[in-house]
């Protein structure tokens, strides 16, 4: 089957610019997250859509960063204005809603400089 | 709130020799947990999991069990390879929570020929 597909790959912006990912999780998945690692630490979740609702956005930056999941599938995430400490890794991740196999599955990410 | 923590890397060893990462959870009810490795330049991969008490997850000669009594997920490995050098990742999901899952902050093991 088909992984998590993100784009772009790389993204090099400068700060106060705006930049935005997108995701296309694995068909049939309901629950979507994204995830922000920084170098060197875990991936700390932003945001987690369950169809097209907001399970938990408790960590996400909403005076800069935004998320949308229309339709109940693909998803963006979008920066605006971005910092410098916004540098990361961003993750997407998707996983079924229910079954004993529940796991998360990962996208490659998208990795964003901001200078 | 649900938290993971880890040993603090870097863990260099030997090849052959024999690894223990440490990976203690605090979380209500009963989470399933999982071990993830990102390998140098890649997106983090599955590596094994459990999902109830005393369950054992086993992968690539990779091994850890579920400890309710101590909330803890060790993974172990009995002879490491230099493939193994990679970050480990211990993970919680809690599917009471609408499936939220939770990472630690990563162990990076070296292992040297």
């Known amino acids: 089957e088909a992984g998590v597909a993100q784009s772009p790959r790389y993204k090099i912006i400068e700060k106060r610019q705006s930049v935005a990912f997108w995701c296309n999780p694995i068909s049939g998945h309901a629950t979507l997250y994204w995830y922000q690692q920084i170098l060197g630490q875990g991936p700390k979740l932003l945001i987690q859509?369950?169809?097209?609702?907001?399970?938990?956005d408790s960590q996400l930056p909403k005076d800069r960063f935004s998320a949308e999941r229309l339709k109940g599938v693909d998803s963006t995430l979008k920066i605006q204005p971005a910092k410098l400490e916004d540098s990361a890794v961003y993750l997407c991740?998707?996983?079924?809603?229910?079954?004993?196999?529940?796991?998360?599955?990962f996208g490659q990410g998208t990795r964003l400089t901001v200078v | 709130g649900d938290s993971v923590t880890q040993m603090e890397g870097p863990v260099t060893l030997s090849e052959e020799a024999f690894l223990t990462i440490n990976c203690t959870y605090t979380a209500t009810g009963y989470p399933s947990l999982f071990w993830y490795v990102q390998y140098p330049g890649e997106g983090l991969q599955l590596l094994l999991k459990a999902t109830k008490a005393d369950d054992k997850g086993s992968n690539k000669g990779f091994e850890a069990t579920y400890r309710k009594e101590t909330t803890s997920f060790h993974l172990e490995k009995g002879s490491v390879q230099v493939s193994d050098s990679a970050v480990y990742f211990c993970a919680l999901l809690r599917k009471a929570a609408g499936n939220k899952l939770t990472f630690g902050g990563g162990t990076r093991v070296l292992v040297k020929p």
């Open positions: 991740a998707s996983s079924p809603t229910g079954g004993t196999g529940l796991r998360a599955f």
């Open positions: 859509f369950q169809n097209n609702g907001v399970v938990d």
